[in-house]
């Protein structure tokens, strides 16, 4: 099977298997909202602050709710499942490619449903709205990459649950200084052309280091 | 001389604070099954994964299949190769059709609903096409497993405690599988504590005993 066609294979089963199981849009959406809604609750209702801060605060809740959508069950797949998609012959590239590319989906779907809750609760105001359509998808796509390198890496280890996050979060930082500066370029009528350049440059890392690492990780003794 | 579908020599697996196998000396020959016994802990799975070329050895070496263990060669043989584990496969809300579907689409490379379909009759769970593995039994995702190996037809079986929890049917299913691939030339390994279902089905046993292949009878 082509390596395509493996991704494509893997990708729609994948997605169907998560969509069904809804945990992205019963549990992790409506638990990023509730977080949303605890900043204007703790700060009262002051307007200005809140215009000033919804961006970033966004951007922060994405980084840590989105770890919670890395971390769904296919990206950290018990080892009895990846054994069975080796011994099918899916070469370990596509595997990442699928699963990176259904985290990606759910990521945008996140990002879409916490940012009407952030345009709802805080109301910020920005210059431009459509660099948002670069902007959401990049930091989504490097996110979703760090996820499944994160999953293949602590794959088969018994306490991978807390590792994935400890993997995650900090390598997504230039992932949250470039999301979030951006927007605030956007607030303030800024250039944000270099950071996002810099979210490209950080997914072109990473999608090379994910390829790259995909066969050794896969193939290395658990 | 035909040679053998496994050769392992001198092979230890050690992990951190702990040598799992000491020095497995294993031939399976082609056309034979053989059953694999020993306590919990004593390294059986471990061993299996090796055979599956899914583990490494730490030391020692092997065929599997013509293909050296710890080359890049093995991936070429795995499509040749039937494992079914402890753990399922399955992926939970997908239904046992989706996901055969799944498995038997990666293997066959191409879209094979109808196979995954004809399979899952053959291990009778036609009824149950739709349901969703999280709802399924224990014992009707080990038919699914099952019948992913009708559709792979390996040239090496291999099986670990593959008869826990199942009922008659879904055994014989498990025998047939066994004398399917020794008929075509290839070679079963099953791992099982119930020695009285296990040996009639088998030409030879083995047991390890604290990772070291202890005694051997055909």
Redesign the interface.
Known sequence: ??MR??IR??LR??L???F??GEVGLVVVPFAVVALLTIPMAVGIDTPLLERIGPGIYWSIIMLFGVLVTQR??STA????R????????DPAARFAATTLATFVLLVAFEIGAGLATVALYSPALDSWWPLAALLPLTAAGLAMIGTIAGNIVSGLETKTSLVALIVVPIAVPLLLGAAQATEGLRVGAGILRWVLLLAIVDVVLAVAGVLTARPLE?S?? | MTSPTVSLRSVAVRKPGALILRSIDLELAPGSATALFGANGSGKTTLLRVVATLLRPSTGTGEVLGAPLGTAAVETVRKRIGLVGHDTTLYPNLTLGENLELAASIVLGRSARTEAHQALEQVGLAAAVDRRAARSSNGMKRRVEFARLLIVAPDLLLLDEAHVGLDPDASKLVEHLITDVTSRGGSALVVAHEEERVKPIVDRTLTLVDGILAGAAS
């Open positions: 099977m082509r066609s493996q294979t893997l089963f994948e169907r298997d998560e069904r199981g069950q296919s018990p080892t009895a499942a054994d069975m998609l080796r011994l099918a012959g899916v193939e003794p658990r």
